[in-house]
Every structure is written in structure tokens, then in C-alpha cells.
């Protein structure tokens, strides 16, 4: 099973029905080297090797002009 | 895209009326900006940071009953990071049917890098999909770098002579998309000295 069938088979394993990219240089990078760096990412979600999206941005910096 | 731009802008100005007292912030934070994102549309949203994640900056998935995945690629800087976030949590507001959705990755996939290599025509499944990566990164543009803030922009770079990094990186926006606003709003963009 190649990677790109293997993306697809997790997204249909586990019940997606939306699925949208943002690749990094896609004049580079190739269909399935977008769908590798996917089936990468829910792998590691899988076995917790991510961490929450956390921003530390203070939005009480108000610009002056306002 | 008006209708996205407008949805981007309804949106923010929820953000900015729960969490600034509509006050227009430098920056707007990311994390309190999808809290309403998910108040508003009913979403449950799981957002994560992934080291190993080459060649996307991010990925949105959506499951049924209304739960949604993002996925944010550490290699991202700062900015990138929080312009993709945005893009990706954009999705579930503006694309809110399933006439909307696409399941199929390769496709999606195919057409992404298609339009930078292929010479060929490319299909009207392929546009639609491509149009629909669009829409996300209009949103988010108009979200991170609304014009409320353009006055402001002019200002660090006509009076203060501030070049676009250091204002991209005030905004916490990436360059690329603080430029774009720039050009489209005539205001010039200073270069460094030799």
C-alpha cells in the first residue's frame, strides 16, 4: 500500500468527509509528498507525538490610532 | 469573494466584540479567535502543532457531528504558524455545506501542485478545489491584516521607514501577505539600504 492509498484509507477509516491543504512550496512538492507529509501528521496525532496549538499573543496591544 | 471577505469580517468583528471590547488590536491571538470560531458554527476543534510535517504548512480535517482536526506544521514560523492556523479554522465558517467538501486527497493534493507545474488545463473539479484554498487564505489575510489596520501600516512605513519584516513581524503576519495588502492599498514598500 502506497502512502498516498494510505492517507486516503485513514481519512475513510475514520469517517472524514473534508479534508483541506496548505502546502509549504507545492511549485516543488509533489502530490505525494503532500500526502506523505498528511498520513505523517495524523500518525504522530495517533501515537501523541504533537502538542496543542497554543498562541501567546496579547490582543490588548492596541494600535494608536485607534 | 466578496461573501468570503464579508464572512471574514463578521467573524472578526465576533472576536473583537467578545475578546477586545471592539477595540482593533495589533495583533489578534489566534487561539481566543477559533474559541468563537467554534462558539459560533458548533464546532469542536482539535488544533495541533506537528514537527513532522514537510511539506504542508497545515491541514484541515472534518468528521462528521460537527468535529474538526487542524493541523499546524512546526516548521512554521511564528507568523506562518498563525496565518495557517487561521486559513485552516477559516474553512469551517465559510465553507459550511457539503456541496463544499472534499474527501478525495489526492485530488485536492493533485491540483494544488498542478497549478504551479502543468501547462495543461485544468479541470473544473481542479478549480473548484483550488478556489477553495483561495478562500481560505483571503479569509485569513482579511482577518489577520483587516484594513481597519492599513492607516496604521502606512504610518510604520512612510513615517517610522520601517521595512516590511520588522511591520510583518509587529502584525505577526507573514510578509508575503502583508506586502500583497501593502500593493493593494498603494503604499510603498521600503527596501533596506546597500
Known amino acids: ?66 | 469573494m466578496e461573501k468570503v471577505i464579508f464572512e471574514a469580517r463578521a467573524m472578526r468583528t465576533k472576536y473583537l466584540e467578545s475578546c477586545t471590547g471592539s477595540r482593533q488590536p495589533v495583533a489578534i491571538n489566534t487561539e481566543k479567535f477559533a474559541k468563537v470560531v467554534e462558539k459560533e458554527t458548533g464546532y469542536s476543534v482539535e488544533s495541533i502543532i506537528i514537527n513532522d510535517m514537510e511539506h504542508l504548512r497545515g491541514m484541515i480535517v472534518r468528521f462528521p457531528e460537527k468535529k474538526a482536526i487542524v493541523f499546524v506544521s512546526d516548521h512554521n514560523n511564528d507568523c506562518w504558524r498563525r496565518f495557517t492556523f487561521i486559513k485552516e479554522i477559516s474553512h469551517l465558517f465559510i465553507e459550511t455545506t457539503p456541496e463544499c467538501f472534499n474527501s478525495d486527497a489526492y485530488e485536492q493534493a493533485k491540483a494544488l501542485v498542478d497549478q504551479y507545474q502543468t501547462q495543461d488545463d485544468v479541470s473544473d473539479e481542479s478549480r473548484k478545489l483550488l478556489r477553495a484554498e483561495v478562500i481560505g487564505l483571503v479569509a485569513a489575510m482579511e482577518i489577520m491584516i483587516p484594513n481597519e489596520l492599513i492607516p496604521y501600516i502606512a504610518h510604520l512605513s512612510n513615517v517610522e521607514k520601517m521595512l516590511p519584516y520588522a511591520i510583518a513581524s509587529r502584525l505577526r503576519a507573514p510578509q508575503k501577505f502583508l506586502e500583497f495588502k501593502m500593493r493593494q492599498h498603494d503604499i510603498a514598500i521600503n527596501t533596506p539600504p546597500n
Open chain 1, 1 to 66: 500500500m502506497n502512502t498516498k492509498s494510505s492517507f486516503q484509507q485513514w481519512l475513510e477509516d475514520n469517517g472524514a468527509i473534508d479534508v483541506r491543504f496548505f502546502p509549504s512550496n507545492p511549485s516543488e512538492s509533489t502530490a505525494t509528498e503532500l500526502l506523505d507529509s498528511a498520513y505523517k501528521a495524523v500518525k504522530a496525532y495517533e501515537s501523541g507525538n504533537c502538542v496543542p496549538y497554543e498562541d501567546p499573543i496579547n490582543d490588548n496591544n492596541f494600535f494608536p490610532a485607534d
